[in-house]
């Protein structure tokens, strides 16, 4: 009632309609584990085809919240959505560094990270089965999302030379002003050795943890 005016008003929300593409998509499962984390009443109403369904589904009113890419926020609802006093943006998830902190984003300098916004509901820092089920994903998706694969026993000096290459090009000035203008923000290296890190924690989920996700799953598939 009233509408948001700021992002901790979401908990003041008694029917939160979280539009989505399914359960197995990024932007769901964030989406589903921050209101659990926030503990935030909703419903899920998945099935939309694409980031540009789930927004426009918002605009409509079928649904009232969504999760969207940084280049769809940056490309469409921002300039469609926020500018015409539609929407606002609630935050983001943060990046989790070497000693657990979460490192802000200098993309997004305007929103606030998820830990400052529960931060500012709860008096206290997130804990619980959704909180840990929301930092493994996003440092998957933070950290090791966009992944170049290649073969046993691949050469060592042509992984060397396409790792070298790599981190050239997404670090070259020009391809991030060109990347900039086609996607709104560019894209960032991570090396191997991180990426690899994330990657293995996928094999020491704890049991917990792991039953947690896959009830999770199945309830958002049974929407």
């Known amino acids: 009632p009233g509408g948001m005016k700021q992002p901790v008003d979401i908990v003041k929300a008694t029917d939160l309609k979280f539009g989505g593409i399914g359960p197995g998509a990024i932007p769901d499962v964030v989406g589903r584990l921050t209101l659990l984390a926030l503990e935030t009443p909703f ?10 369904k789930v927004v ?3 605009r409509s009113g079928e649904a009232n919240m969504a999760v969207a890419p940084l280049s769809t926020y940056r490309q469409v609802v921002e300039p469609n959505m926020i ?3 539609e929407a606002i943006g609630v935050m983001y998830w943060g990046s989790q560094g070497d000693n ?3 490192v802000k984003n200098p993309l997004i ?3 606030p990270t998820f830990n400052e916004v529960y931060q500012s509901i709860h008096g206290k820092a997130p ?6 089920a929301l930092v493994f994903n996003t440092n998957i998706l933070n950290n090791a999302s966009h992944l170049m694969w290649g073969p046993p026993g691949m050469e060592k000096e042509a992984v060397a030379a396409i790792r070298e290459g790599m981190k050239h090009v997404i670090n070259d000035p020009n391809y991030i002003d060109e990347q900039t203008k086609i996607a709104g923000y560019p894209q ?10 994330y990657v293995k924690t996928i094999s020491t989920v704890s049991p917990e943890l792991k039953k947690f996700m896959i009830d999770f799953y199945y309830e958002g598939k049974a929407k």
Request: aromatic letters at 10%; glycine letters at 14%; charged letters at 20%.
């Open 43 to 52: 419903r899920y109403i998945p099935g939309y085809q694409g980031s540009i």
């Open 56 to 58: 426009n589904a918002v």
């Open 83 to 85: 500018a015409a006093g």
């Open 100 to 102: 657990g902190e979460i």
């Open 109 to 111: 300098p305007e929103l």
């Open 127 to 132: 804990s619980g089965l959704a909180y840990e």
């Open 188 to 197: 960032h290296y991570v090396e191997p050795e991180v990426a690899e890190k």
